[in-house]
Nanobody, 124 residues
Framework: QVHLVESGGGLVQPGGSLRLSCGAS????????VGWFRQAPGKEREFVAA????????HYADSVKGRFTISRDNAKNTVYLQINSAKPEDTAVYYC?????????????????WGQGTQVTVSS
């Protein structure tokens, strides 16, 4: 089992930028697909972005495409989510999740390991 820890959340103004990090301990997750999800109050957890272990395959939700960038540094055992042009509707708790396998997955139930989440608030 891999232990995931998100960091980098906080308050950002509309149009601003933020970079979230997902670090792993317990074992390397360089062979895992990693996904970012978010959950706003009163809403279901939704897919944001996912990256395969090799970073060859990447997918974004339509709502963040062109504004968010997912990347990974396997040497640092870390996956990043760069948030640009932030919007108030991006406000949510952001979670990273990991699972073994060569592809990517867009459904929360497909992931085995989860972090505790980091709050992102977009407000002026």
């Amino acid at each position: 089992q891999v232990h995931l820890v998100e960091s980098g959340g906080g308050l950002v103004q509309p149009g601003g930028s933020l970079r979230l990090s997902c670090g792993a301990s317990g074992r390397t997750f360089t062979n895992d697909a990693v996904g970012w999800f978010r959950q706003a109050p009163g809403k279901e957890r939704e897919f944001v972005a996912a990256i395969s272990w090799s970073a060859i395959t990447i997918h974004y939700a339509d709502s963040v495409k062109g504004r968010f960038t997912i990347s990974r540094d396997n040497a640092k055992n870390t996956v990043y989510l760069q948030i640009n042009s932030a919007k108030p509707e991006d406000t949510a708790v952001y979670y990273c999740a990991a699972r073994s396998g060569g592809g990517i997955w867009l459904v929360p139930g497909e992931y085995k390991d989860w972090g505790q989440g980091t709050q992102v608030t977009v407000s002026s």
